[in-house]
């Protein structure tokens, strides 16, 4: 068990969609990682907090979004959703302290969203 | 630019052998981190190792070993005496770490599926 809690496992929806992914990092730890895994593009990073705050954007679309709120569990946001978001989306933690050296990030189960 | 390369899609094995998984990476960054992840059936992502750019020990842990090398930018993983419970996917990671880098962000290579047949 790594610590990182994401809800739902599995999520099946319709095209045009919206739908919200959610994680509980390990306790204590303050940067949140949402990453996808999809068979065209592997394991791809989207987008990281750090404390509520975002740090970094990867290959995210903007019908995706994400917050962290003050009790650091993180939510992925997904709209108006296609096929071709059908993946495994997984969270992340690690860090606990910005500029800490990099420690090995932790992952969560993840959640496989199925659009049809 | 960051890459990993993992250029072994697939590998089958009998119970018992030896076998390594390669690794090729890509940074500028002087300071960076790699990681081996594996990746069973059911689904999840379990950490193996880190290891630093500034550490070029190789390690043993069990069955497990590594071997990285700076000199030929690779990261190798050697599962010795296989067992069917190895079978996986197994991922291999680059995290950069310089100075305006997202610590913590990793890039991932496509993964090796190792199967282990009895």
């Known amino acids: 068990d790594s610590g990182v809690t994401q809800t739902p496992k599995h999520l099946i929806t319709a095209t045009g969609q919206r739908v919200t992914l959610r994680c509980s990092p390990r306790s204590g730890d303050l940067s949140v990682y949402w990453y996808q895994q999809s068979l065209d593009q592997g394991l791809q990073f989207l987008i990281q907090?750090?404390?509520?705050?975002?740090?970094a954007k990867g290959n995210i679309l903007e019908r995706f979004s994400a917050q962290q709120f003050p009790d650091l569990h993180s939510e992925l946001n997904l709209s108006s959703l296609e096929l071709g978001d059908s993946a495994l989306y997984f969270c992340?933690?690690?860090?606990?302290?910005?500029?800490?050296?990099?420690?090995?990030?932790?992952f969560g189960q993840g959640t496989r969203l199925t659009v049809v | 630019a960051q890459k990993v390369t993992q250029a072994q899609t697939e590998i089958s094995v009998v119970e018992k052998e030896d076998v390594t998984l390669d690794c090729v990476y890509e940074t500028r960054d002087t300071t960076y981190y790699l990681f081996w992840y594996k990746q069973p059936p059911s689904g999840e992502l379990v950490f193996l190792i880190r290891?630093?750019?500034?550490?070029?020990q190789n390690e043993i842990s069990g069955r497990y070993s590594w071997n990285f090398q700076k000199s030929t930018s690779s990261f190798n993983f050697t599962i010795t005496a296989s067992q069917v419970v190895d079978s996986a996917v197994y991922f291999c990671a680059l995290s950069p770490g310089d100075r305006g880098s997202t610590l913590g962000r990793l890039y991932f290579g496509r993964g090796t599926q190792l199967t282990v047949w009895p």
């Open positions: 290891r630093n750019s500034f550490d070029e």
């Open positions: 992340a933690s690690s860090s606990r302290f910005e500029g800490q050296m990099n420690t090995e990030a932790f």
């Open positions: 907090y750090y404390n509520g705050e975002e740090r």
